[in-house]
């Protein structure tokens, strides 16, 4: 038989797409579906699209309305943030920018991302809040759109993290104390939806307070994520922990090093290496969790963006806006999925070295 | 004994003493502190409520329900809105998946990167964010019941929803008779031809009467549909399903469809290669080989993950309460905010979540005891 090789590009183009019977009805159901919806598909992405101008334009040429993500730009990703402070939540997605491209760069220095993005979080939210270097204060609850998806996940994550691997580790204690306290947690949280978890703390949580204390309204949404998050983190841990071999706790104990030490330098790194991806996509469905807050009342970047489409001139472009603001959620979430294939192509390549 | 293991012990046991305490401490401490403020607010507790009357209505309802009914009946009713809108969604997310699955595996690489694409893009963005864009397309894009689109016969799609002719009692009857006949014609030519028998017949005589039963019916005037009746400003008789009901069922369905298709494409890329090959050394065709050697295995393999991606979804069904479909949660957020008793509420969520968890965990079992060998 010829290899593929000899044959011309029309001829190659001729077995890929009608090479056997499967592959011939598909091309056909493809054609037919592109002729049937691609014109319309194709006008009103572009050449109806009306790309600047006002909605009186976007009406008259009946296309997709770019003009109106335009005019709205500052509402969908900053919120009610005052237009004339916008540069200071700007500086923080800026910095955030700055360390994501960093860390894609140097895949070897996480610990100095992760101070890096402690350092940039704080800063941020002093930038943000003001009331230092004669910045005017803005209240949080003036905070929206973009700016606060990224800082509940910056925290949440950061929160949840730590929680979850002392939950993992509670439930792989001997001690039933720990052990099935931790176990029930992690099965609970795992059985309910996330949206009632995020119902409950914002329902519950002011309960167990103290009289008269109030708990931030940002803070409250932030940590029914955050408990949700760290029962998944603790799952996936306890999946990771239940490959490792016994004998390196065993042996580590044996040499007397304790409780502790054991898990910080044994255990965890070892644990934490081998769940990269489960780990990356819980990150991932974090991001993508953000905007239950909108349901709580909070404007984050759906809740921000959705606001936009309130405005009675610019009424009904909500397929222009959930693209816009789909396109940007696609991009924090495939920025995370790649650095993480990229740190384990990293740490690969260094084991077998 | 060993005095240090005897001083081991004891440093365990003041150890689970003193955290014993504590914990017993705590709770005391938060129940005593929530007692107090649900008597400050004049919230009751318990679930006494369950009987008095809701007194709000319920967008629509598998069971009867008005609102002079109690909140246990609306809890009952969202309950069952759930089901329906997670039911139908599984099964549209299992054919969805194994669609793309299918496009990912055909070797044809345009399907292949019209597949990888939906994938990446509807697994990578929000799921609410979705239902709120096909909430606008059921709501806002699709046209008014003047201008509607007419389906099929007596079946029309407007921005009040789906509408569809129902059967009456006896020609429902007829209709499920039809499907127990085909449902037997091919279990049981399933279960002849596992013996060896010829069945062409059988299954010839078997799907003509079982295709056949609902036009006969129909032609000699054994019941009759209740067809949609357009009025100006609302469609009467036949039923209908909401645009709430169709943003959550689209939705849902889309979403887990990607999760499913690459599940589906990874358990059958680690069904061995040679597995395949073997089959084809043995005679089997292209077909043949996938059908009763790469499947089963892949199946198998699956199984597993797609039963959590379901679960998933089945909890997803709750984010129905933001394009305001009465579903579980969404009724009981509503008596939540009258009644004030939260606590009561998340109980009764997580039972109802738990015991829906339950039922599919048990029917996956029962399909790998198939699969086993």
Partial sequence: MNGNHTLSLPQKLNVALFGDKIRTIISILLIFIAVFAGPGLINWLLLDATWVGTSEDCRVNGGACWAFLGVKLNLIVFGAYPTAEIWRPMVFMALLTLIAAYAYQRPRSIKQVILCLCVAFIVGLLLMRGGILGLPVVANTRWGGLPITLIVTLAGLGASFPLGILIMLGGASENPLFRIPCRLYVDVIRGIPAITLVFMTFAIVPLLMPQGMMIDKLLRAALGLTFLTAAYFAEALRGALEALPKGQDEAAAALGVGYWKRQRLIILPQVIANSMQPLANIAIAFVKNTSLLIIIGLFDLLGAARSSLFDGDWQGYYRELYLFVGLIYLVICLFLESYVSKLETERSGRISR | ?373
């Fill in chain 2, 1 to 373: 004994m060993n005095p240090s293991f005897r001083r081991e012990r004891m440093r365990h046991l003041t150890i689970q003493v003193f955290t014993i305490g504590t914990v017993v401490a705590l709770l005391w401490l938060v129940a005593s502190m929530v007692q107090h403020r649900l008597e400050l607010m004049g919230i009751n507790t318990g679930f006494g409520f369950l009987s008095n009357r809701a007194g709000y209505d319920i967008g629509e309802s598998l069971i009867p329900y008005d609102g002079d009914a109690s909140y246990g009946r609306a809890l009952l009713a969202g309950f069952s809105n759930t089901l329906k809108v997670a039911v139908s969604s599984i099964f549209a997310a299992l054919a969805l998946g194994l669609l793309a699955a299918g496009a990912m595996l055909s070797g044809h690489s345009t399907a292949n990167r019209i597949a990888k694409f939906y994938i990446k893009t509807v697994r990578n963005t929000p799921l609410l964010l979705q239902l709120f864009f096909w909430f606008g397309i059921f709501t806002i894009s699709l046209p008014a019941i003047r201008d509607r689109l007419t389906l099929l016969p007596g079946v029309y799609l407007s921005n009040r929803g789906l509408n569809y002719p129902t059967p009456d009692l006896a020609l429902g009857l007829v209709f499920l008779l039809a499907l127990a006949i085909l449902v037997f014609t091919l279990i049981y030519g399933a279960r002849l031809r596992s013996r060896g028998a010829k069945t062409r017949l059988f299954s010839i005589i078997g799907w003509s009467i079982g295709l056949g039963v609902v036009p006969l019916a129909a032609t000699t005037g054994i019941g009759h549909l209740n067809m949609p009746e357009i009025g100006r400003f609302a469609i009467k008789g036949g039923g209908v399903l909401s645009p709430e009901f169709m943003t959550l069922f689209i939705g849902l369905s889309i979403y887990t469809g990607t999760y499913i298709a690459e599940t589906l494409r990874g358990a059958v890329m680690a069904v061995a290669s040679g597995q395949g090959e073997a089959a084809a050394a043995l005679g089997l065709t292209r077909g043949q080989s996938f059908r009763l050697v790469v499947l089963p295995q892949a199946t198998r393999i699956a199984l597993p993950s797609i039963v959590s991606e379901l679960l998933n979804l089945v909890k997803n069904s709750s984010l129905g309460v933001a394009v305001g479909y009465p579903d579980l949660v969404s009724v009981g957020n509503t008596a939540m905010n009258q009644t004030g008793q939260a606590i009561e509420m998340i109980a009764i969520y997580m039972l109802a979540y738990v015991t829906i968890n339950v039922i599919i965990t048990k029917c996956s079992q029962v399909l790998e005891a198939r699969y086993e060998w």
